[in-house]
């Protein structure tokens, strides 16, 4: 288990790198400020992150037996590790454009 954790983790990354990416950001290293667009990604990713532990909660509770079942277990662990990648992911790449640049400012906005 440890593998797919750290496989769908990587994964997620990835996709967090790419999606941060594709944003617009302006770095105002002088007065620590960073200004990103608006963008859906974050509702959507939180919205599917509870309905997909819901959904997990529920058939839990209704069916006890499901918890033994590698693949259950294996579906749960993707599930977690691939969205908490994706916020990873934005962050690292919202941090490695802090230190590279290039630089505005943004103090009069």
């Not at 599917?48 to 277990?73: Q, V, W």
């Not at 590790?81 to 990873?88: D, E, F, H, R």
């Amino acid at each position: 288990m440890p593998y797919l954790w750290l496989c769908s983790l990587s994964f997620g990354v990835l996709i967090g790198i790419i999606l941060g990416s594709s944003q617009k950001i302006r770095i105002d290293k002088e007065n620590n400020l960073i200004e990103l667009s608006g963008s859906w990604i974050i509702l959507i990713l939180l919205m599917f992150i509870f309905l997909s532990k819901y959904a997990m909660g529920y058939l839990s509770f209704t069916n006890t037996a499901i918890l033994k079942t590698k693949k259950f277990i294996k579906i749960g662990v993707i599930i977690s590790s691939v969205p908490a990648g994706i916020l990873v992911g934005r962050v690292l790449y919202y941090f490695y454009r802090y230190k590279k640049g290039p630089y505005t400012n943004l103090k009069n906005y």
